[in-house]
């Protein structure tokens, strides 16, 4: 299946120097629910160097009956500089309580690096979902 819509991802320098806030949008999420829009929650995954397993670092709050969802919860990451820091953002409709991300629909994955975030000039990446 393909899903449309693009995630923004900002990473702001924190005053540690090593360390990034990751904050994320979303816009033009497919609506899955048959009335309303999705009610949109993104999952960060990161994976340290070319073997590492991925690890759930958090997830954002659920924005209800949004297609261009911004999230209010942010990721602090530290950056290192001589090794690969990948992030996967899995965007999930929740529609119900339960914490498991088998019982949400799937509205796609992004992937990146958090160097490729850094490199921009405004720190700040669009992914296709």
């Known amino acids: 299946l393909l899903y449309s819509g693009v995630l923004g991802v900002f990473g702001h320098r924190m005053e540690t120097g090593a360390e990034f806030e990751i904050t994320l949008s979303c816009s033009g999420l497919r609506a899955l629910d048959k009335f309303s829009h999705s009610d949109p929650l993104c999952v960060l995954y ?17 924005v209800k009956n949004t297609g261009d969802p911004e ?44 160097a490729q975030i850094l490199a921009t000039q405004e720190n700040k990446v669009s992914l296709p979902l």
């Open 71 to 114: 999230w209010q919860k942010s990721f602090n990451l530290k950056y290192y500089f001589h090794q690969k820091q990948s992030l996967r953002f899995c965007l999930y409709d929740i529609d119900s309580d339960s914490t498991d991300l088998g019982d949400h629909d799937s509205l796609g994955t992004a992937e990146c690096s958090l």
């Open 46 to 62: 990161t994976k340290s160097g070319l073997r590492g397993d991925w690890v759930e670092e958090g997830r954002t709050e659920s």
